[in-house]
């Protein structure tokens, strides 16, 4: 079975910290994927990353960067300079690579970047 | 393109009513399915399908049915409402197997907010 955990629930931070949201997963598959999504407070799901398990190379997207350790099974994802327009939940999940669609979500990070 | 189109968007019934949640793709994604988002609880999967007549069950099925006739639609059908169906509910899509065309995860639509009094 497949389980994505977000220990933080919550997380406040004032504008222009630097905040990491953490994830952690399980998985008995040697190959599989990782995501990141935004629900900003209009609703939609908005797609940020995906990662695959045989690249643990980090990534960085202008002020988002994601570290992968299969070692640990985390893929956390850190903000940096954080923006009011960052204030969303945040969702990781996880799913196979072959054979199985689904999704494996996170229950989320609700973040909160504070004026 | 449209992407994944969602109706209605917001949806009050009464318990005991049946209703059919509407969603359709036109990326020509094989794989489509249902899920709901309920506060603390992340999102669910219900239904899923990897193509035109086949779906299958997700973890929380109960009190809910769907049919894939076509790959373009997905409906989600409540056969009679309870106020535990109270939620917000997403219809994905996306392609199956892997290779470059899956680079963009699943496509989501923009829900529904459906609550049962």
């Known amino acids: 079975a497949q389980k994505v955990t977000q220990a933080q629930t919550e997380i406040s931070v004032v504008e222009k910290e630097d905040v990491t949201l953490d994830c952690v997963y399980e998985?008995?598959?040697?190959?599989?994927?990782l995501f990141w999504y935004k629900q900003p407070p209009s609703g939609e799901l908005v797609f940020l990353i995906r990662?695959?398990?045989?690249?643990?190379q980090n990534e960085i997207s202008g002020r988002y960067s994601w570290n992968f350790q299969k070692s640990t099974s985390s893929f956390n994802f850190t903000i940096t300079a954080s923006q009011v327009v960052d204030s969303a939940v945040y969702f990781c999940?996880?799913?196979?690579?072959?054979?199985?669609?689904?999704?494996?979500f996170g229950t989320g990070t609700r973040l909160t970047i504070i004026p | 393109n449209a992407g994944v189109t969602q109706t209605p968007k917001f949806q009050v019934l009464k318990t005991g009513q049946s209703m059919t949640l509407q969603c359709a793709q036109d990326?020509?994604?094989?794989?489509m399915s249902w899920y709901r988002q309920d506060p603390g609880m992340g999102l669910r999967l219900i239904h899923y399908?990897?193509?035109?007549?086949?779906?299958d069950q997700g973890e929380v099925p109960n009190g809910y049915n769907v049919s894939r006739s076509t790959t373009e639609d997905f409906p989600l059908r409540l056969l009679s409402a309870a106020p535990s169906q109270t939620s917000v509910y997403f219809c994905?899509?996306?392609?199956?197997?892997?290779?470059?065309?899956?680079?963009?995860?699943?496509?989501f639509g923009s829900g529904t907010r459906l609550t049962v009094v």
């Open positions: 990326m020509n994604h094989e794989y």
């Open positions: 990662r695959n398990s045989f690249d643990e």
């Open positions: 399908s990897v193509g035109a007549g086949i779906t």
């Open positions: 999940a996880l799913r196979r690579k072959q054979g199985n669609e689904k999704l494996t």
């Open positions: 994905a899509s996306s392609y199956t197997g892997t290779g470059n065309r899956d680079n963009y995860g699943y496509t």
């Open positions: 998985t008995r598959d040697t190959t599989y994927y």
